[in-house]
């Protein structure tokens, strides 16, 4: 069993108030989730309304299907033009760790 997560900081473009910030997180959020049916949640910096983190995760049993997906979750948010992706963490536990 292999557990893959990502951790994406990002800093938003023209949002003026947390009720903004939600409105472009929250589609993303759920793209992720729709779409490569991955757990995924705002993480950090709730409290900022410019900047939010977001957090992936994925549980597979073989580290190739594991990383096409994540690659394929970084590429969607990357491309996400209202956004600025600042930095990606991935990170890969196995039954070692």
Same mark, same amino acid.
């Given at each position: 069993m292999?557990?893959?997560?990502?951790?994406?900081?990002?800093?938003?473009?023209?949002?003026? !108030?947390?009720?903004?910030?939600? !409105?472009?997180?929250?589609?993303?959020v759920a793209e992720l989730h729709r779409k490569f049916a991955v757990s995924v949640a705002e993480v950090g910096d709730q409290n900022l309304h410019r900047r939010a983190e977001i957090g992936v995760a994925m549980v597979s049993g073989d580290t190739g299907h594991l990383s096409d997906v994540l690659d394929r979750c970084e590429r969607l948010v990357a491309a996400r033009p209202e956004i600025e992706l600042?930095?990606?963490?991935?990170?890969?536990?196995?039954?070692?760790?």
């Open positions: 292999y557990v893959g997560t990502l951790s994406f900081d990002l800093l938003l473009g023209d949002v003026r !108030s947390l009720k903004e910030k939600r !409105s472009v997180i929250r589609p993303i600042l930095s990606v963490r991935r990170r890969l536990h196995g039954d070692d760790d």
